[in-house]
């Protein structure tokens, strides 16, 4: 079930979503399902906010973060675990150990594998998405199968292009390859927070709240899902009937 929210601007969106986020924060140990990417970075400066003002701690929170590119070394500026740090993390009291990104580097199908098993053992209170302009989520290119577990992914050309800006605007650096938690495991988490913003995620919001339920838009099988709160805003919701 979908609750959709329309915002006038970058930061009421990522206030909202806040909102969610901190009703999970008051809950006992949470585990905690985090994305990467621009729409999710308003969201995680009003946790750090959160954490300086209020003083909500993070000392027995998990989290679980949903992809990685694959080949790039942790430590890159641009891999996920760095962004996530740089971000995030850097600026909470997480323990480092309560932290866990897909590795994508070393026997990465054992990685999937590995990745899953340490996923199951426990239940994402708050799964936080974002959505490609071609309707993925996480690193669920069109065609992943709904069933689908923690696997290695071929990155469309679409999503390496729009993903360019990172690595100096040129394709070529963008990985070809990622490691991401697959539709089902996604699917677990309790709740879900959809964030999208801009007019090039149009098309793909229409496919996920309006369209056919199809693995040609990976985020449409969010409407199976009994609670997503998806924020937008106005150009991001312009295409919806
Ligand atoms: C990447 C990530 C996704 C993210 C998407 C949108 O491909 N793997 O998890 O949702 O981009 O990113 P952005 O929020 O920067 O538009």
């Known amino acids: 079930m979908f609750n959709v929210i329309v915002k006038d601007t970058y930061d009421e969106v990522s206030f909202e979503a806040f909102k969610v986020m901190k009703g999970v924060l008051n809950q ?16 995680y400066k009003e946790m750090i906010k959160d954490h300086k003002e209020n003083g909500t701690s993070y000392k027995d929170i998990l989290t679980f973060n949903l992809d990685e ?16 740090h740089e971000n995030l993390f850097d600026f909470i009291d997480i323990p480092e150990e ?25 239940v994402v209170d708050v ?43 040129d394709i070529n650096q963008v990985p070809e390859r990622a490691i991401t938690m697959g539709l089902a495991s996604i699917m677990r988490a309790r709740k879900i927070i959809m964030i999208a913003t801009g007019a090039n995620k149009a098309d793909a919001v229409k496919g996920m709240l309006e369209g056919e339920k199809t693995t040609a838009c990976p985020a449409s099988i969010l409407q199976d899902h009994p609670d997503v709160t998806v924020v937008l805003d106005k150009e991001a919701a312009s295409k919806l009937g």
């Open 127 to 169: 799964q936080v998405l974002g959505i490609g302009s071609d309707g993925h989520i996480a690193f669920n290119e069109p065609g992943t199968p709904f069933d689908s577990l923690t696997h290695l992914m071929d990155l469309e050309e679409q999503t390496r292009q729009d993903n360019a800006r990172f690595f100096d605007n």
């Open 69 to 84: 590119y694959i080949g790039l070394p942790r430590d890159h500026e641009q891999s996920y675990w760095t962004f996530m």
């Open 98 to 122: 309560n932290v866990h990104v897909p590795l994508g580097n070393g026997d990465v199908e054992q990685n999937c594998i590995d990745y899953e098993n340490e996923l199951k053992k426990h």
């Open 28 to 43: 006992e140990k949470p585990v905690l399902g985090l994305a990467t990417g621009s729409s999710p970075v308003g969201l």
